[in-house]
């Protein structure tokens, strides 16, 4: 089982950029898949980013690819999102999420991951 908690959100001007961290528990962070979804007030929670096991791969929807990016640090256990060039309908409660995996992949549902943070706010204002 591994825990998760993310920091570094908080409130940037629209065109800004923003680094959200979120750190795991447990000494077998290489064997999570990793993602990064948010939830915006009054909306579903969507998916924003994920990368596999031991960031070789990554996966984007249209909605942030060439703004956000997203990294991992196995040694520190680890997992961050970069995201640039924000807009105000980035705003959401950002939340990190993982899942054991076995091969190279990476997950983009929800219910694929079982484990999740508590979410860190990023607000970006116009």
Same mark, same amino acid.
């Given at each position: &089982?591994?825990q /998760? $908690?993310e #920091?570094?959100g +908080?409130?940037v001007q629209? +065109? +800004? #950029?923003? #680094?959200v =961290?979120?750190?795991?528990?447990?000494?077998?962070?290489?064997?999570?898949?990793?993602?990064?979804?948010? &939830? *915006?007030p009054?909306?579903?929670r969507?998916f $924003?980013? !994920?990368? =596999?096991r031991?960031?070789?791969?990554?996966y984007?929807?249209? @909605?942030?690819?060439?703004?956000?990016?997203?990294s991992?640090?196995? !040694?520190?256990?680890? $997992?961050?999102l &970069?995201?640039?060039? /924000?807009?105000?309908?980035?705003? *959401? $409660?950002?939340?990190? !999420? *993982?899942?054991?995996?076995? @091969?190279?992949?990476?997950?983009?549902?929800? %219910? %694929?991951?079982?484990?999740?943070g508590?979410?860190? &706010?990023?607000?970006?204002s =116009?």
């Amino acid at each position: &089982q591994v825990q /998760l $908690v993310e #920091s570094g959100g +908080g409130l940037v001007q629209a +065109g +800004g #950029s923003l #680094s959200v =961290s979120c750190a795991a528990s447990g000494r077998t962070f290489n064997s999570y898949a990793m993602g990064w979804f948010r &939830q *915006a007030p009054g909306k579903e929670r969507e998916f $924003v980013a !994920a990368i =596999s096991r031991n960031g070789g791969s990554t996966y984007y929807p249209d @909605s942030v690819k060439g703004r956000f990016t997203i990294s991992r640090d196995n !040694a520190k256990s680890m $997992v961050y999102l &970069q995201m640039n060039s /924000l807009k105000p309908e980035d705003t *959401a $409660v950002y939340y990190c !999420a *993982a899942r054991q995996a076995y @091969s190279g992949n990476y997950y983009y549902l929800m %219910e %694929e991951y079982p484990y999740w943070g508590q979410g860190t &706010q990023v607000t970006v204002s =116009s």
